[in-house]
């Protein structure tokens, strides 16, 4: 029988594809949100952190779970440049997920016309997924779209996750009694330790605010694993990861919160 050239016959309704145990006949949705372009006050163009989409992106999907990528302000978006495995830097070189994802024409195309997050009917969404990188130092906070998104998906008592600097999303945001989201919960993001870090690699003071301090200060009980160490956390419905290396966690805790 010949295997080139043609496709395969289904048999008993399955595909060559790896198959996955599911306990709903229908298909889990998540939404990963993935911050719009800007630029820093040094200048520098800034974007989301490429590992924050493609890492969870590739945990979700290859679970079965079907996966929309928005943005805050919808349109197009783009990676962080140190990210981007295939950069001159080499910073991230060691990313083959990223070089899979970036080196698929599909799924390039999704990157290039996001959905603004509030257009999206959240109604059929099962997790939310916040990522980060450097822009949302500079536009996550604040941004009434992508809070009402999360509180509404929050408040239906659906799951909700952030990592990296896309926890700068959560900051600010209350909930419909009053309440700071993150007050009295235990949380996560990138750390003091780590802006240090970058700070001293790049000389200037990259960021314009820190997680840390903020979370503390909206009554969150903040934690942290250590320099670069994959780290996440669930208290209750909310997820949260540490920085970039995190995602995959992440994603992970969403996967088994949704009993898939």
């Known amino acids: 029988m010949s295997t080139t050239g043609t496709t395969p016959s289904v048999i008993g309704g399955d595909s060559h594809h790896m198959r996955t145990d599911q306990v709903r006949s229908r298909r889990r949705h998540a939404v990963i949100v993935v911050a719009n372009p800007a630029t820093n006050q040094h200048g520098w163009p800034v974007g989301f952190w490429a590992a924050e989409l493609t890492h969870p992106y590739y945990e979700l999907t290859e679970r079965g779970i079907d996966v929309t990528i928005a943005s805050p302000d919808g349109g197009p ?12 830097s080499r910073w991230s070189a060691e990313d083959l997920i990223s070089m899979g994802f970036l080196s698929t024409p599909e799924l390039v195309a999704k990157l290039r016309n996001t ?12 997790a939310l997924l916040v990522a980060g990188g450097q822009s949302p130092m500079f536009t996550y906070r604040g941004h009434e779209g992508l809070a009402t998104a999360i509180r509404t ?42 802006e240090d870090y970058g700070n001293a690699a790049a000389g200037v003071e990259i960021m314009p605010w820190r ?25 209750g ?16 805790v969403v996967i088994d919160m949704l009993g898939v």
């Open 237 to 252: 419905r909310l997820v949260t990861g540490q920085q970039q290396y995190s995602g995959r966690r992440v994603a992970q």
């Open 77 to 88: 978006v783009e990676v962080d440049a140190l990210s981007d495995p295939r950069d001159a």
């Open 115 to 126: 959905p603004a997050i509030a257009a999206l009917d959240l109604s059929g969404v099962d």
């Open 211 to 235: 997680l840390e301090p903020a979370l503390r200060e909206r009554g969150a009980n903040y934690i942290s694993a250590g320099l670069f160490k994959p780290f996440a956390v669930r208290d």
């Open 153 to 194: 998906m929050y408040e239906a008592e659906k799951p909700v996750a952030a990592y990296c600097h896309g926890v700068a999303a959560l900051v600010d945001l209350r909930l419909s009694d009053g309440r700071h989201l993150v007050d009295g919960l235990t949380v996560t993001g990138f750390s003091d330790v780590e």
